[in-house]
């Protein structure tokens, strides 16, 4: 593993919501990611910490987290909007909702010098934002299937 691949400056992750990120596995697909603050971004003195959590709800797979204007964190928890689940920022784990007992899928990153940076051997980082430009993100099932 190397020192990794600048994503963006600290500051630009939230402390209520979160940063999308698109990064390309080594199958050459974009895949969305949101950076979150693992720390709820109020650790006085102490070192601040993110995570990267893959953009899907793990109980309905087409619903993101963030549809490019910051998911939904709530007391260091990251919220599906669609069905109330939370996740811990800090793990991952669900710990209300219908995956109760799931964890979502991360990507290794580190905070280092007040930046965020990939550090996962997986993944390049390919920008800030949606995969996909232009891309309808509606969570609204009739609309998903074209209704």
């Known amino acids: 593993m190397d020192s990794g691949t600048r994503m963006a400056p600290l500051a630009d992750v939230p402390d209520e919501s979160s940063l999308l990120v698109t990064l390309r ?3 050459g697909e974009d895949v ?4 979150v603050r693992a720390d709820g971004g109020d650790s006085e003195g102490a070192e601040e910490e993110v995570r990267a959590w893959h953009n899907i709800c793990p109980h309905w797979t087409d619903v993101r987290f963030d549809s490019g204007s910051g998911a939904e964190v709530r007391n260091g928890d990251l919220v599906c909007t669609k069905h109330g689940a939370t996740f811990a920022c800090e793990s991952g ?3 209300f909702g219908p995956p ?7 990507v290794d990153v580190a905070v280092r010098d007040g930046s965020v940076y990939l550090v996962d051997d997986d993944y390049e980082f390919v920008r800030v934002g949606a995969a996909e430009v232009g891309r309808d993100r509606s969570t609204n099932p009739g ?4 209704f």
């Open 93 to 95: 784990d669900c710990d």
């Open 100 to 106: 109760e007992g799931a964890s979502l899928t991360g």
């Open 143 to 146: 609309e998903r299937l074209g």
């Open 25 to 27: 596995d080594d199958a």
């Open 32 to 35: 969305e990611f949101v950076l």
